[in-house]
C-alpha cells in the first residue's frame, strides 16, 4: 500500500493557467506539508498544516492555495501559472509535528513534476 | 539564524570504501537532526535521526551518523559504500521556532564500481 501518494505524477501546461495537485496519506498522520524542488534539487518548504494550524512559508506567493477537505489530503492550488513555477512538488506527512512531539520523521509521496511552457 | 550546511555538492567514493556525506547545523535549543535519502526521480526516504541519547545513531541500508555537539555536526556514514547507494542525500534540522525542517542543501554520492 502507498503510504503517501499524488497525482498526477506529471504536468504540463500553459502559462497563466490555473491547476491543481492531490495528496493523500494513510498513515493516519495529523500533519501534512508540501515542499518545492527546483532544478538544482533544492528543497523548500512552503506549507504545513495540521488540524490546528496552517504554517505558510512567507516567500510563497499567494497564487499558491493548500486546502485540505479532510485529515488525509492535502491537496495544492496553483492560480496563474508562472514558468518558475516549473519544478517537483513533494507531498509529505508526519505525526505529531506541532509542541507535542516534533521529531517524527515525515514520509514523502513520489512527487509531481510541473511543467509550465 | 538556524541553519543546515552540505559544504559537498559531490561525493565521489569506490565501492567497498567507506563514505562519509558531511552536514554541520546552527539551531537554537536542542538539535533534532535527520537525514533523509533520494533516489533518482523519487521521493525523499528517511534514513535515520538523533533525538538525545548515543552519539552513533544508527540508520536504513547500513547507514549510521554520529553527532558531534562541539563540532556542531552530524555527518553520515557507512562502513562500505556499494553502488546501489548512489543518490541525493539531504541532511535536516528542526526549526524550533515552527517545528518545520530546515534543509541542506544535499549531496549527490556517486558510488563508482
Known amino acids: 500500500d502507498t503510504a503517501v501518494s499524488q497525482t498526477p505524477k506529471y504536468l504540463v501546461t500553459q502559462m497563466g493557467n490555473d491547476k491543481s495537485i492531490k495528496c493523500e496519506q494513510n498513515?493516519?498522520?495529523?500533519?501534512m506539508y508540501w515542499y518545492k524542488q527546483d532544478s538544482k534539487k533544492f528543497l523548500k518548504i512552503m506549507f504545513s498544516?495540521?488540524?490546528?494550524?496552517?504554517?505558510i512559508n512567507e516567500t510563497v506567493p499567494n497564487r499558491f492555495s493548500p486546502k485540505s477537505p479532510d485529515k488525509a489530503h492535502l491537496n495544492l492550488h496553483i492560480n496563474s501559472l508562472e514558468l518558475g513555477d516549473s519544478a517537483v512538488y513533494f507531498c509529505?506527512?508526519?505525526?505529531?509535528?506541532?509542541?507535542?512531539?516534533?521529531?517524527?520523521?515525515?514520509?514523502f509521496g513520489p512527487g509531481t513534476r510541473l511543467t509550465v511552457l | 539564524a538556524q541553519s543546515v550546511a552540505q559544504p559537498e555538492d559531490q561525493v565521489n567514493v569506490a565501492e567497498g570504501n567507506p563514505l562519509t556525506v558531511k552536514c554541520t547545523y546552527s539551531?537554537?535549543?536542542?538539535?533534532?537532526l535527520f537525514w533523509y535519502v533520494q533516489y533518482p526521480n523519487r521521493g525523499l526516504q528517511f534514513l535515520l535521526k538523533?533525538?538525545?541519547?548515543d552519539n552513533l545513531v544508527k540508520g536504513s541500508y547500513g547507514f549510521e551518523a554520529e553527532f558531534n555537539k562541539s563540532q556542531t555536526s552530524f555527518h553520515l556514514k557507512k562502513p562500505s559504500a556499494l553502488v546501489s547507494d548512489s543518490a541525493l542525500y539531504f541532511c535536516?534540522?528542526?526549526?524550533?521556532?515552527?517545528?518545520?525542517?530546515?534543509w541542506g542543501a544535499g549531496t549527490k554520492l556517486i558510488i563508482k564500481p
Open positions: 509529505a506527512s508526519s505525526q505529531d509535528a506541532s509542541s507535542g512531539t516534533p521529531h517524527n520523521e515525515q514520509f
Open positions: 538523533y533525538i538525545t541519547g
Open positions: 498513515l493516519g498522520h495529523d500533519t
Open positions: 535536516a534540522v528542526k526549526d524550533w521556532g515552527n517545528y518545520q525542517l530546515i
Open positions: 539551531v537554537s535549543g536542542n538539535p533534532y
Open positions: 498544516y495540521n488540524n490546528k494550524e496552517l504554517i
